[in-house]
């Protein structure tokens, strides 16, 4: 069984920092392509980031304007997604999804549940 857990949400201001995790279990997140991504209200799900295998490519939606990191601990097999200067306009849940290895960010195989990032005033 696969699983995905995220975390590391929550309520903070404009330009605040959020580090969100995402705990994978069942598989090894170094074989699997893993994304980030997020849905704000009334608006569609957004691709934010992702690790593409088997080449390790890494892509950056450009609204995140080089804010975001996403990297991977494989000892803790966890993704993370670090976030700097969030803006009113991140506020959405993140979701964090796998596929097995391939060059694209889509089609995902699995999701969380997803955390709420609420950049607020």
């Known amino acids: 069984q696969m699983q995905l857990v995220e975390s590391g949400g929550g309520l903070v201001q404009p330009g605040d920092s959020l580090r969100l995790s995402c705990a994978a279990a069942g598989f090894t997140v170094n074989s699997y392509t893993m994304g980030w991504f997020r849905q704000a209200p009334g608006k569609e799900r957004e691709r934010v980031a992702c690790?593409?295998?088997?080449?390790?490519?890494?892509y950056y939606a450009s609204s995140v304007n080089g804010r975001f990191t996403v990297s991977i601990d494989n000892a803790k097999n966890t993704m993370y997604l670090q976030l700097n200067s969030l803006q009113l306009e991140d506020t959405a849940v993140y979701y964090c999804a796998a596929r097995r290895a391939n060059p694209f960010c889509d089609d995902m195989e699995s999701w969380g549940n997803g955390t709420l990032v609420n950049v607020s005033l």
């Open positions: 690790i593409s295998k088997p080449y390790r490519a890494t």
